[in-house]
């Protein structure tokens, strides 16, 4: 079964630091670019960073760049996101979802975003 | 960066009527290969998002076929023929087409 499994989420008060971490199984995550999304309480999805398979290209939103670091390890199918300087308005759901590049869609598939985490909650508060 | 604007943001709909979610882009979702990378996402309450549509109009596997998704460059529609209790949720547009990914506001569907 393809899974994706965050952890690590809790409790920070602000400027503290929190890692995320993201679980795959299932597939091979060393074929897979990742994505983190956040969902602050009773609002909308909100896309965070990427990486891709191979650590070349990395993104950021401009509301974490400079403070947010993705990172990964395929030998242990593992994607990561320190998390440091902490807001309040960081304050969210944590969601990992895998993506491919464009040149994998087809009209029959089209692996991109297709599989989410549970997701971790991260709390921002003193 | 590109602006998702969905509409309308709530929609109470009877059970068996049909629906219909609009999202409009700020520019034109067109990539470089000819394609239009809008996906529509599904996230029922307390859970994670499940993505319903990839490519403005291709239905995910198990997605029923009451889902279905329109639109070209800039204006697309996620339309449920026939709406049922277990439609209830928040709907997401979101574009893979330009950075930073954007998502739209999402439209809760409710029953009336």
């Known amino acids: 079964e393809v899974q994706l499994v965050e952890s690590g989420g809790g409790l920070v008060p602000p400027g503290g630091s929190l890692r995320l971490s993201c679980a795959a199984s299932g597939f091979t995550f060393s074929d897979y670019s990742m994505n983190w999304v956040r969902q602050a309480p009773g609002k909308g999805l909100e896309w965070v960073s990427y990486?891709?398979?191979?650590?070349?290209?990395?993104y950021y939103a401009d509301s974490v760049r400079g403070r947010f670091t993705i990172s990964r390890d395929n030998a242990k199918n593992s994607l990561y996101l320190q998390m440091n300087s902490l807001r309040d308005e960081d304050t969210a759901v944590y969601y990992c979802?895998?993506?491919?590049?464009?040149?994998?869609?087809?009209?029959?598939?089209?692996?991109?975003?297709?599989?989410w985490g549970q997701g971790t909650t991260v709390t921002v508060s003193s | 960066d590109v602006v998702m604007t969905q509409s309308p943001l709530s929609l109470p709909v009877t059970l068996g009527q049909p629906a219909s979610i609009s999202c409009r882009s700020s520019?034109?979702?067109?990539?470089?290969?000819?394609?239009?990378?809008l996906n529509w996402f599904q996230q029922r309450p307390g859970q994670s998002p499940r993505r319903l549509i990839y490519k403005v109009s291709n239905r995910d596997s198990g997605v029923p076929d009451r889902f279905s998704g329109s639109g070209s460059g800039t204006d697309f529609t996620l339309k449920i023929s026939r709406v049922e209790a277990e439609d209830v949720g928040v709907y997401y547009c979101m574009q893979q087409t330009h950075w930073p990914r954007t998502f739209g506001q999402g439209t809760k569907v409710e029953i009336k």
């Open positions: 520019q034109s979702l067109v990539y470089s290969d000819g394609n239009t990378y």
């Open positions: 979802a895998r993506d491919r590049p464009s040149t994998y869609c087809s009209s029959t598939s089209c692996p991109r975003m297709d599989v």
């Open positions: 990486i891709n398979s191979n650590s070349g290209t990395i």
